[in-house]
C-alpha cells in the first residue's frame, strides 16, 4: 500500500477551509486519504481525530476532541463531519469506574463545543485519552488477517515489531478506552495500536506522521501475511460441479429467488422487501466454486464493526439447479437453516448475557453462490451495496487467513454485544418506511413526459426507478433531473425496445443483476399517426402496434418469470388511453392499437392474480410535458392538430384544458400520483381503469 501523503495536495486543503484552524484542515486531507483506501477502511468505517486549542466566544482556551462523526464516511469526510467534543471533560471520564450506554451518550451530547449534525464516533474515549494530537483507526484488511489467527497476538507482536502494542478484543466504550490508555502509559514510545478481532490506531503528533505510521504497519502486517500464504493452495476446487450457464441470466434467476425468499411481513405488517447487489470479481467466483465455501460462510465477521451490515454470517449455495423450483427449494431451505440458527444465537445470548433486547430480523445479507460470487442484501439500495463492499473484502481476506494458520474470528457472545449495541444500530440510519420502500420500478417510455412524471412520483414514494426507452440521450437527460432530485442511488437507465421480446427480457435479468428484481412494471411506452383509414398506411399502422399493443405485451409476458421467482406479487400498471373509450378520428392506428394493449391488460389482470399480481390501467389525455421534458408523442401530433383547429401551441393547451369537466390541464405528475396509488397497494383493485383527464363524459368507463 502506497503512503500517498502529498505536501501540494495538503496545502491545497488548508487554502480550501480557510476558517478552520490549518490542523484541522490536515485532519481532513489525511481522513479522505483513509477513505479512499477501501483495504484500510469501507463505508463509514474507521475514526480518526483531532486535538486543538481553540479559544472561545469570551476568549477563555478551550482544549477541543474533533472526532469523526459515527457513520460520516472518510471518503469524502468535510469539517462538519467531525463532532467536537470538550477534551478535558472527556479526559475526566478516566475516573468514572463504569459508563452504560445511555449515560456515555448524554455525557458526550451535554459536553459538545459545536453544532455539527453528527454524533461523535463510538470510540470517541479512546481518542480523548491517548495524549496524540492525531489518532487513526482502521480495519485494515491485512491486519484483520492477522488478528483472526489462533496466536493473533504473538503474530502481531512479529509482524508489526515493538513499537506496535496489542490488547485482547474488548467492546468499544469506556473499558476499552481506559486498558488502551494503561498500556501507553507502560510503554509512550509506541506508535501504534492493534486490538485483537477488531483493528489497529495509529498516533503522532502531526497527520502526516500518524498517517505514515498506519501505512508502515498495514504494509508489514501484509508482507507478513505474503510471506505466511506463500506457496501454500488458497483453495481447493470442488469436484463434480456443473456451471450454470450465462452468468447474468443465473445471477439474476438466484437474486429474484433470493430477494422473494427474504422479503417478510415486519413488525407493522408491511411485506419489507430488499435490493440485492452482486459482486462477481474472478476470485470470489473461485472461492464459491471452493471446497472451503462452506466455512468460509460459517465462520463469521472479522471484524465486529460489520455485523450490522453483513450478519455475522454467510449462507452458501452450493449449486444452481436448471429448474427454477428446485432452485427455490434450495434458498428456502438454506435461510430456513439461516434463520434458525439466527434465532437461537440470539436467544442463547440474550438468556447468557439476562438482558433484554428486540430481536432484529433474522434474514441473511450475503449469499456466496457456486459459480456466481456473492450477492448482498439491504434494505435501501445504498445498504446492499455496503454490504457487498465489506462481504467481498471478508470473504478474500479469510481466504488468506484460512491459509495463514488457523482463523478463529470473535465469539458469539461479542459479535452480539455489538450487533445489539444501541450506539452501533444508530449508524443504520432509520430506514423510512414510505409507501414503496424496497420496491423496484419499471417504466417504458421512460424518456418523455409520461415517464418522467410516473418515475418523480414513485421515487418520492420510496421506490428505486429503472427508466427504459429506445432514446438512449432523452433517457440520459431525465435520469440527471432525477438524480439531481433524488440521489444517484435512486434512478437507474436502461436501453431497450418493446417491440422485441428478447429485448425486454434481457433488461429484465440487467435490472434483476443490477437491483434484484422487479416489482411495479409500468408499460408505457406509446407512438401515434395521424391520419384518417384511407390515408393510413398499413406500415405506419403496423409500427403504432408492433410499439403500442405488442410493446405492452411484450413487458407483461417477460415480466410474469420474474414475479414467480419472487413470489411476492406485484402491480403493472399500464398507461393506455383516454381513447380507448373515446376515440378521434384520424387516430385509428393509436386508438385500436392501445385499445389492444387495454385488453391484452384486463387479461393480465384474469391470469396474474394466482401471482399475487395486480392489472390496471390508466388513461390519460392531453400530457403535453413541460420545456425540460416534452411529451414525445405531443411533439409528433401536436403541430398537426394545431393546424387542424388553427390553434398556436398554448392555445392547443387551452383547448384541451377547457373540453374536460374541471377545466384542468392534466400533468405527467398527476398520471404519477395515479400509479403511485394502484401501485401502493392501498385497495384491492384490479382489472381496473382509471382515467386521468380532468372528466370526459364520453370517455367515462363503462
Ligand atoms: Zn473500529
Known amino acids: 500500500?502506497?503512503?500517498?501523503?502529498?505536501?501540494?495536495?495538503?496545502?491545497?486543503?488548508?487554502?480550501?477551509?480557510?476558517?478552520?484552524?490549518?490542523?484541522?484542515?490536515?485532519?481532513?486531507?489525511?481522513?479522505?486519504?483513509?477513505?479512499?483506501?477501501?483495504?484500510?477502511?469501507?463505508?463509514?468505517?474507521?475514526?480518526?481525530?483531532?486535538?486543538?486549542?481553540?479559544?472561545?466566544?469570551?476568549?477563555?482556551?478551550?482544549?477541543?476532541?474533533?472526532?469523526?462523526?459515527?457513520?460520516?464516511?472518510?471518503?469524502?469526510?468535510?469539517?462538519?463531519?467531525?463532532?467536537?467534543?470538550?477534551?478535558?471533560?472527556?479526559?475526566?471520564?478516566?475516573?468514572?469506574?463504569?459508563?452504560?450506554?445511555?449515560?456515555?451518550?448524554?455525557?458526550?451530547?451535554?459536553?459538545?463545543l459545536g453544532l455539527s449534525g453528527v454524533n461523535p464516533s463510538v470510540e470517541s474515549l479512546l481518542h480523548a485519552f491517548l495524549p496524540h494530537k492525531y489518532v487513526d483507526h482502521t480495519h485494515a484488511d491485512k491486519v484483520l488477517v492477522l488478528t483472526n489467527q489462533r496466536h493473533g497476538e504473538d503474530i502481531i507482536k512479529k509482524a508489526l515489531g515493538s513499537k506496535v502494542a496489542v490488547l485482547p478484543y474488548s467492546m468499544s466504550g469506556l473499558p476499552l478506552a481506559k486498558a488502551v490508555f494503561s498500556q501507553y502509559e507502560k510503554d509512550t514510545k509506541i506508535e501504534a495500536l492493534v486490538i485483537l478481532n477488531h483493528g489497529i490506531f495509529s498516533f503522532g503528533e502531526d497527520a502526516e506522521t500518524s498517517y505514515a505510521r498506519m501505512i508502515k504497519y498495514v504494509n508489514r502486517a501484509e508482507a507478513f501475511v505474503q510471506e505466511g500464504i506463500r506457496g501454500k493452495i488458497l483453495m481447493t476446487p470442488r469436484v463434480g460441479i456443473a456451471p450454470c450457464g450465462e452468468i447474468s441470466v443465473s445471477v439474476a434467476r438466484v437474486a429474484q429467488s433470493v430477494r422473494g425468499a427474504c422479503a417478510h411481513r415486519a413488525n407493522d405488517g408491511s411485506l419489507r422487501r430488499f435490493y440485492v447487489a452482486n459482486r462477481n470479481t474472478s476470485d470470489l467466483v473461485k472461492a464459491s466454486l471452493s471446497e472451503e465455501a462452506r466455512g468460509l460462510c460459517g465462520s463469521g465477521v472479522l471484524t465486529p464493526d460489520h455485523v450490522i451490515r453483513t450478519k455475522?454470517?454467510?449462507?452458501?449455495?452450493?449449486?444452481?439447479?436448471?429448474?427454477?423450483?428446485?432452485?427455490?427449494?434450495?434458498?428456502?431451505?438454506?435461510?430456513?437453516?439461516?434463520?434458525?440458527?439466527?434465532?437461537?444465537?440470539?436467544?442463547?445470548?440474550?438468556?447468557?448475557?439476562?438482558?433484554?433486547?428486540?430481536?432484529?430480523?433474522?434474514?441473511?445479507?450475503?449469499?456466496?453462490?457456486?459459480?456466481?460470487?456473492?450477492?448482498a442484501l439491504g434494505f435501501t439500495q445504498k445498504d446492499a451495496r455496503i454490504a457487498a463492499d465489506i462481504a467481498e473484502h471478508a470473504i478474500r481476506a479469510k481466504v488468506q487467513a484460512d491459509a495463514m494458520g488457523e482463523c478463529v474470528p470473535l465469539l458469539d457472545s461479542h459479535v452480539f454485544d455489538m450487533e445489539y449495541w444501541s450506539l452501533q444500530q444508530k449508524k443504520l440510519g432509520k430506514t423510512s418506511l414510505s409507501m414503496l420502500q424496497g420496491q423496484i420500478a419499471f417504466i417504458t417510455g421512460g424518456a418523455g413526459a409520461i415517464g418522467f412524471g410516473i418515475a418523480d412520483r414513485l421515487i418520492a414514494a420510496g421506490a428505486v426507478v429503472v427508466l427504459s426507452d429506445i432514446d438512449q440521450s432523452r433517457l440520459e437527460k431525465v435520469r440527471s433531473i432525477l438524480a439531481n432530485r433524488y440521489g444517484e442511488t435512486k434512478v437507474e437507465t436502461i436501453t431497450s425496445d418493446v417491440t422485441d421480446y428478447q429485448s425486454i427480457e434481457g433488461a429484465f435479468d440487467e435490472i434483476s443483476v443490477r437491483l434484484g428484481g422487479i416489482d411495479i412494471v409500468v408499460p408505457n411506452a406509446g407512438i401515434a399517426y395521424v391520419a384518417k383509414i384511407e390515408a393510413l398506411e398499413q406500415k405506419n399502422f403496423e409500427q403504432a402496434i408492433a410499439v403500442n399493443l405488442m410493446g405492452t405485451f411484450n413487458v407483461i409476458k417477460a415480466s410474469i418469470p420474474v414475479f414467480k421467482r419472487q413470489g411476492t406479487g406485484g402491480n403493472i400498471v399500464a398507461i393506455s388511453s383516454k381513447n380507448v373509450f373515446d376515440p378521434g378520428a384520424a387516430f385509428g392506428a393509436y386508438s385500436a392499437s392501445k385499445a389492444g394493449a387495454h385488453q391484452i391488460s384486463k387479461i393480465a389482470a384474469l391470469e396474474m392474480a394466482e401471482l399475487g399480481v395486480r392489472v390496471n390501467m390508466i388513461n390519460p389525455d392531453a400530457v403535453f410535458g413541460d420545456e425540460e421534458i416534452s411529451s414525445k408523442l405531443w411533439d409528433l401530433v401536436g403541430p398537426d392538430r394545431m393546424k387542424a383547429r388553427g390553434l398556436d401551441y398554448e392555445g392547443l393547451k387551452d383547448y384541451y384544458r377547457n373540453r374536460n369537466l374541471l377545466k384542468t390541464g392534466v400533468l405527467s405528475e398527476h398520471v404519477g400520483n395515479a400509479v403511485v396509488f394502484f401501485a401502493s397497494d392501498q385497495a384491492p383493485i384490479t382489472g381496473a381503469t382509471l382515467p386521468v383527464d380532468g372528466g370526459i363524459p364520453a370517455a367515462f368507463p363503462r
Open 312 to 375: 455475522n454470517r454467510m449462507v452458501h449455495i452450493d449449486h444452481i439447479p436448471e429448474k427454477d423450483d428446485d432452485l427455490k427449494k434450495i434458498i428456502t431451505r438454506e435461510i430456513e437453516v439461516f434463520k434458525q440458527a439466527y434465532h437461537d444465537y440470539f436467544h442463547c445470548q440474550v438468556r447468557e448475557k439476562g438482558v433484554d433486547r428486540e430481536e432484529l430480523d433474522p434474514y441473511p445479507r450475503i449469499f456466496l453462490v457456486a459459480g456466481l460470487g456473492l450477492l
Open 1 to 112: 500500500m502506497e503512503n500517498v501523503f502529498n505536501e501540494n495536495a495538503a496545502k491545497d486543503f488548508v487554502e480550501r477551509y480557510p476558517d478552520i484552524p490549518y490542523e484541522f484542515a490536515l485532519r481532513v486531507y489525511t481522513s479522505r486519504l483513509f477513505g479512499s483506501e477501501p483495504d484500510l477502511v469501507l463505508h463509514g468505517g474507521g475514526n480518526t481525530s483531532v486535538k486543538l486549542k481553540t479559544k472561545n466566544i469570551v476568549g477563555e482556551e478551550e482544549e477541543v476532541l474533533y472526532i469523526k462523526g459515527s457513520g460520516v464516511d472518510l471518503a469524502s469526510i468535510e469539517p462538519e463531519g467531525f463532532a467536537a467534543v470538550d477534551l478535558t471533560f472527556l479526559r475526566k471520564l478516566r475516573k468514572v469506574e463504569s459508563l452504560s450506554d445511555k449515560e456515555m451518550e448524554t455525557q458526550m451530547q451535554i459536553h459538545r
